[in-house]
C-alpha cells in the first residue's frame, strides 16, 4: 500500500512507500499533535485581528487616503479638463486664421489672374496694332511696288511698240517699197498688243 | 498496483492543515495576513497620496487611481448608480481588504489566506449586514424598511404568506451567510487543491520506489496550473465580494431598484 506521511508545518516527513504501514502524524518533534482547530467555527483572536486590521484600514482610507487621492485625481480630471478646452480653442483660433489665410490666398489670386487678364488684353490689343500697323506699311510698299511695276511695263511697252513699229515700217518699206505712216503702223501695232492682252 | 497504490494516499485531516502556531501569544499566521494586508493598502493610498496628482500617474499612485476607478466604474455605476460614489472609501477598502487577504494563499512561504479561515469573512459579512440594515432603516425608516423587505411590492397578497418568510430568511438571515461561506469556502477549496497536488507531488517525487517519481510530473503540472488559476479565483472573489455588498445596501437604499 502507497502511504505517505505527512507533516504540514514541517514538509519534512513526507515520504512514499510500497510498504504496508499505517499512518501516523506528529509534530516536529515526533510527539502527537492535538486535533487542529475547526476548519469551519472562527477563533477569536483571528477575528479579532481581522476585524482590527479592516476597522484600522477603513479609518485610514474614509477619512485621509482615498478623499486626498480622489482630490488629486480631481483636480487633475479638471487641469487635464482645462488644457482640453485651451487646446480646443487654439485649434479653432488657429482654423480661423487659415481661413482667413485661405481667404487672403484667393483674394490675391483673383487679383492676380485680374491682373494678369488685363495685361493679356493690352498685349493683344497692342500686338493687333503692330499687326495693323505692319500690314498697312506692308500694304503701302505692295502699292509703291505695283506702281514701278506698272511704270516699267508701260515704260517696257512703250519700248516694244517703238521697236515694232520700226520694225514694221522698215519690213514693209523693204516689202512694198513704200514707208508707211509711222503715226499708223504705231497705233496698230499698239491697238495688236492691246488686243493680245484682254 | 500504482493506481492502487495511489488511491490509498493518506491524506492529513483538514483541520490539521489549518493549524498555525502563534506568531506571538494570541496572534497567529491568519491575523498576521490580514495585519499586513491592512498595512499594504494603507502604504499604497500612503504613497499614492504623497505623489504629486498633477503629473501623469504611475507606480503605487497608478495603483491606487487605477483601483479607485475600478470600483467607481465596474462596481458603484454599475450597481448604484452615481449617487453611490460616497460609498467608494468602504468597498474600495473592502475589495481591497479581501483581495490582500486571499493573494497569500498563492505566495510562497506564506501560502495560506486569510479568508479561508471563516473569521475574516464572517467579520465582513456581518459588517455589510449591519450597514445595509442600517442604511435601509435610515433611507426608508424602520418600518418602511422591513415593509419592503418583508412585502415585496407587486405580489399578490395571498402569496405573502409564502413570499414573507422566505424574504425574511433570504435577506436577513441567508445573505451573511452566503456572503461569508462563499468566500471562505471558494479560499478554502483553492488552498486545500494547492495543498493535495503540493503534496502529492512531492511524495511522488520523493518515492522510494522509482517508477512513481515520473508520475510525480502529473500532480506538479496541475499544481502549477491551480496556482495561476487561484490567481483568478483571489480577485474574482474579492470582486463578487464587493459587488454582492454594494447590490445589497443599493437594495436597502434603493427598494425600487
Known amino acids: 500500500m502507497l502511504t505517505a506521511f505527512v507533516n504540514i508545518n514541517s514538509f519534512s516527513q513526507v515520504r512514499v512507500s510500497f510498504d504496508a504501514v499505517s499512518a501516523e502524524t506528529g509534530s516536529e518533534e515526533g510527539a502527537p499533535v492535538s486535533a487542529g482547530p475547526n476548519p469551519i467555527a472562527p477563533e477569536i483572536k483571528e477575528l479579532a485581528w481581522g476585524a482590527g486590521s479592516f476597522i484600522v484600514f477603513l479609518f485610514f482610507m474614509r477619512l485621509f487616503l482615498v478623499p486626498k487621492v480622489r482630490k488629486g485625481m480631481a483636480s487633475r480630471y479638471e487641469s487635464i479638463q482645462a488644457d482640453h478646452e485651451y487646446a480646443s480653442a487654439t485649434r479653432d483660433g488657429a482654423k480661423q486664421d487659415v481661413a482667413r489665410y485661405e481667404s487672403a490666398v484667393a483674394e490675391i489670386r483673383s487679383e492676380a489672374s485680374r491682373r494678369l487678364e488685363t495685361a493679356r488684353q493690352t498685349l493683344d490689343k497692342e500686338r493687333q496694332e503692330k499687326v495693323a500697323q505692319v500690314n498697312a506699311q506692308i500694304a503701302s510698299r505692295r502699292a509703291a511696288a505695283e506702281a514701278e511695276v506698272a511704270a516699267a511695263r508701260a515704260a517696257a511697252q512703250s519700248q516694244i511698240v517703238t521697236a515694232v513699229g520700226a520694225v514694221t515700217t522698215r519690213a514693209t518699206q523693204i516689202a512694198v517699197g513704200v514707208s508707211p505712216d509711222a503715226a499708223i503702223v504705231s497705233r496698230s501695232v499698239q491697238q495688236a498688243m492691246e488686243g493680245n492682252r484682254s | ?257
Open chain 2, 1 to 257: 498496483m500504482i493506481i492502487n497504490s495511489i488511491l490509498s494516499f493518506e491524506f492529513p485531516p483538514i483541520n490539521e492543515l489549518l493549524r498555525w502556531k502563534d506568531v506571538v501569544p494570541g496572534l497567529n499566521k491568519v491575523g498576521l495576513i490580514a495585519v499586513a494586508a491592512a498595512l499594504i493598502g494603507t502604504l499604497i493610498f500612503l504613497s499614492a497620496a504623497r505623489k504629486d496628482p498633477k503629473v501623469a500617474p504611475k507606480g503605487t499612485r497608478n495603483l491606487a487611481e487605477v483601483s479607485v476607478e475600478f470600483i467607481e466604474n465596474n462596481i458603484i455605476m454599475q450597481t448604484m448608480g452615481r449617487d453611490g460614489l460616497g460609498w467608494t472609501p468602504f468597498l474600495l477598502t473592502l475589495f481591497l481588504f479581501v483581495y490582500l487577504c486571499n493573494m497569500p494563499g498563492i505566495i510562497p512561504f506564506i501560502q495560506m489566506p486569510a479568508t479561508a479561515r471563516m473569521a475574516i469573512p464572517m467579520f465582513l459579512a456581518l459588517l455589510v449586514w449591519v450597514i445595509f440594515n442600517v442604511q435601509g432603516i435610515k433611507h426608508q425608516g424602520f418600518f418602511g424598511y422591513f415593509k419592503s423587505v418583508l412585502f415585496p411590492p407587486g405580489v399578490p397578497k395571498a402569496l405573502y404568506i409564502l413570499v414573507t418568510p422566505i424574504e425574511f430568511i433570504s435577506t436577513l438571515i441567508v445573505r451573511p451567510f452566503s456572503l461569508a461561506v462563499r468566500l471562505f469556502a471558494n479560499m478554502l477549496a483553492g488552498h486545500l487543491l494547492l495543498v493535495i497536488f503540493a503534496l502529492l507531488s512531492e511524495a511522488l517525487f520523493q518515492a522510494r520506489d522509482k517508477i512513481l517519481i515520473p508520475i510525480g510530473v502529473l500532480p506538479f503540472f496541475m499544481l502549477v496550473f491551480l496556482t495561476g488559476f487561484e490567481v483568478l479565483v483571489a480577485f474574482l472573489q474579492a470582486y463578487i465580494f464587493t459587488i454582492l455588498a454594494a447590490v445589497y445596501i443599493a437594495g436597502a437604499v434603493h427598494p425600487e431598484h
